[in-house]
């Protein structure tokens, strides 16, 4: 039994489309059974919503009078990119306020950054720009400052270079003191643990092999309908899998773009990790067409079926030592407290598991109500790509 792309879409058009979130779907394959719901279930949405530090935006202002071509532009007095053109610039998630302090004190505070302009500006708050410009006989304005929000600008266009981490670390901190990450603060002596995944809501642990999810799918990225435009930065598919071919470290990446005048303010939001930088909370959907009893299979994979490493941050994660301290599932984790060399360690999680289930359940309002169609990706991941790593040499001579 097979469908295609285009017997589904038509099923969503004319309001007929069974649509199962990731949740769901278990249940339903366990009590009807593999191939009786293959038949009966089309789309299973899948989501995610947790920090995700690859990400910006491409922002274009529009021409001032006289016209001026920015070659330093700060909002908010956040530094964005301006090695593109005029008036377009680039503001990526991760980047300072001017003059933080950083951890010039440490642990720095971080409390304002990239990601929080990027929440205002989908939240519909007024911003600063401020531009620079060295003046040229087109371009003859060499200074600007100016209040503007999302209405004002020509386009927003969120581009992120990489998302939706197909699986990940769980970190712990094995030294003598507490360490500051990007998973967060983590105590001495392993006296605290923490993850970052919407395990079995999450897309690629629902498309392991990336059969549906490729360049070109169409996708909910924070309410606006978005599409992954390429694999994304450092995607690593040549990595161990369990015997359901779900990876047990990080490995496949996603590239997506959206427009930010229609996303939704609660699934945008800037992020603060002490000691470590700011970064950005995202949320995205993705729909799962099933279009085969296999796909529909990959789709049940339980938190009980997903197993994560545990790397020790303030040794082995720093220097790349490939030293593993245990594996977890995400049931076990999700439950709060697993055993570890000996002792209970108590575990939280960066991911928002309910703000997933949400987004699963508002994507899947959309496709039943024929607003959400699937699209065919038009080019698959690399299934067989590893990655390199940085190879400091000495200066040429």
Known sequence: MTKTYAEINQKIESGKAVVLTAEEVIDYVDKRGLEAAAKEVDVVTTATFGPMCSSGCFLNFGHSTPKMRISEAWINDVQAYCGIAAVDVYLGATQ??????????????????????IEELVAGKKLQLFGLSYGTDDYPRREIRTLFDLNDLNQAIMVNPRNCYQNYNVAVNASDRRIYTYLGILKARMRNMTYCSAGQLSPLLNDPYYETIGVGTSIWLAGARGMVYSQG?????????????????????????????????????????????????????????????????RTTVRDRDIIACVVDYSSDYPQKTGNILGRYNYEQLRSGEVELGGKKVPVTSLSSYN???????????????????????????????????LNITGPAR
């Open 96 to 117: 300072l306020r001017q003059n933080d302090p950083a951890n010039m004190y440490h642990p720095g505070e971080f409390r304002y950054g990239g990601g929080h302009v």
């Open 355 to 389: 703000k997933a289930l949400k987004i699963c359940n508002l994507l899947k309002a959309e496709i039943e109500a024929g607003r959400f169609l699937l699209s065919a990706p038009s080019q698959r991941l690399p299934l067989n790509q590893g990655m390199h790593s």
């Open 233 to 297: 930065t450092q995607h690593c598919s040549l990595v161990e899998r369990g015997d359901n071919g779900v990876p047990v470290e990080g490995s496949g990446t996603l590239a997506l773009t959206g427009n930010m005048k229609e996303m939704l303010p609660e699934f945008v939001r800037g992020t603060s990790f002490k000691g470590y930088g700011v970064s950005l909370a995202l949320g995205v959907g993705i729909p799962i067409p099933i279009l085969n009893p296999e796909i529909l299979r």
